[in-house]
């Protein structure tokens, strides 16, 4: 693969989401070949080497299949996830992109809370993101136009950062106990 793809959008859709829709540092890959993406693929499990992308782009559908919610639409427009599976899918999702995304490269994720809360979500992924933005906050009106929930779309933005070992790993624990005896 030529180096300048640094970028993989790995839920590329329609590609809504990009001001340039043939960048020509990005990998487009979705399941559905009727979005014609640069890979039919499934981010749970990716044909790349290790470490291969700077920046990687996750979209995934919120929608469950089955859920009574979520129109015909919607599931058309950004596909859907399955009842059985979907926690399994997302995690394996996550540690596959984490696998191939670059030490020091970000992974930006998009969530919307219509049907499963992100806290949820973040539970299943074993990274903590570095920080989050609520990018939009639509109120759900109900049949008499009260607000019955706030819909709210969040990006979160992971960086694989190198996990610091303790210098001197000796040093540490007696560290601790000094500590403790000097609290005491
Ligand atoms: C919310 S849409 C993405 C919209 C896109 N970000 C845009 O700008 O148009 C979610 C996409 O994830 C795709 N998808 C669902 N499961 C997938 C999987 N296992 N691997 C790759 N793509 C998947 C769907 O086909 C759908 O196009």
Redesign the pocket.
Known sequence: MADKKLIL??????????FNKHHPNAIY????PE?EPDIV????KLNFPDETFKLI?W????IIENAQLGNSNMKRD??F?RPETWQR?LKR?FEELWRVLKVEGVLLF?WSNQYVSADRILKLFPEKPLIYQISANNPKRGKTGGVIKHVQTLWFCFMKLKKEKPKNPQVQPQLSIFLQEAST
């Open positions: 959008d790995a839920t590329a859709g329609y590609r809504m989401m990009w890959l979705d399941a559905r979005c693929g499934d981010f749970r782009i979209d995934p559908p919120h950004y596909g996830l899918d999702g998009k």
